[in-house]
T-cell receptor, first 111, second 113 residues
Framework: RKEVEQDPGPFNVPEGATVAFNCTYS??????FFWYRQDCRKEPKLLMS???SGNEDGRFTAQLNRASQYISLLIRDSKLSDSATYLC????????????FGSGTRLSIRP | NAGVMQNPRHLVRRRGQEARLRCSPM?????VYWYRQLPEEGLKFMVY????????ESGMPKERFSAEFPKEGPSILRIQQVVRGDSAAYFC???????????FGPGTRLLVL
């Protein structure tokens, strides 16, 4: 089992729709969690950290479920510019090698 | 405030040549991380450095690969005697504190012919 798993997609949704995807992790001792977005052939950019109580940033909501070991990202009122690959990042320990990137979920927003 | 800078952005090498990838962290950041990304795959950790120190190189192949972050100048990822399997995007990230939030450079795309 991979340490961090994401549905690769693609998720193809119409503009204005709400879309959500999850990321599961295997290490129950994982401490911190992030969502990054990566546009085609570009670098990953931090979208938001994920806090235990859940957090919201505009149209984006991130949640953590420690019992089931997954994090989620919800995007409301999706825009064409939201089309990208969304990477889940899990920090499972106290070393850089324990910062694990998921392979990403590809999202495509159609007009 | 300039972000993380990497150069070259694209690098073409023939098998057996050396590749040198450079990364200048964000101003005020003294922690640098190197990752490799193959098409349709996630980023794979290679090495974590602070100024003049390699903190964690557990993700870096034991042979042909080396990294440094000197007191002055950029961090360098060096690949000797490149092979076709080294073709990938190499991203550098920096953080202001150890294992803090990472900010990525634009990457270097290495193509080995």
């Amino acid at each position: 089992r991979k340490e961090v798993e994401q549905d690769p997609g693609p998720f193809n949704v119409p503009e204005g729709a709400t879309v959500a995807f999850n990321c599961t992790y295997s290490n129950s001792a994982s401490q911190s969690f992030f969502w990054y977005r990566q546009d085609c052939r570009k670098e990953p950019k931090l979208l938001m950290s994920v806090y235990s109580s859940g957090n919201e940033d505009g149209r984006f909501t991130a949640q953590l479920n420690r019992a089931s070991q997954y994090i989620s990202l919800l995007i409301r009122d999706s825009k064409l510019s939201d089309s990208a690959t969304y990477l889940c990042v899990v920090n499972s320990g106290s070393s850089a090698s324990k910062i694990i990137f998921g392979s990403g979920t590809r999202l495509s927003i159609r007009p | 405030n300039a972000g993380v800078m990497q150069n070259p952005r694209h690098l073409v090498r023939r098998r057996g040549q050396e590749a040198r990838l450079r990364c200048s962290p964000m101003k005020g950041h003294s922690h640098v991380y190197w990752y490799r990304q193959l098409p349709e795959e996630g980023l794979k950790f290679m090495v974590y450095l602070q100024k003049e120190n390699i903190i964690d190189e557990s993700g870096m192949p034991k042979e042909r690969f080396s990294a440094e972050f000197p007191k002055e100048g950029p961090s360098i990822l060096r690949i000797q005697q490149v092979v076709r399997g080294d073709s990938a995007a190499y991203f550098c990230a920096s953080s202001p504190e150890g294992l803090g939030t990472q900010y990525f450079g634009p990457g270097t795309r290495l193509l080995v012919l």
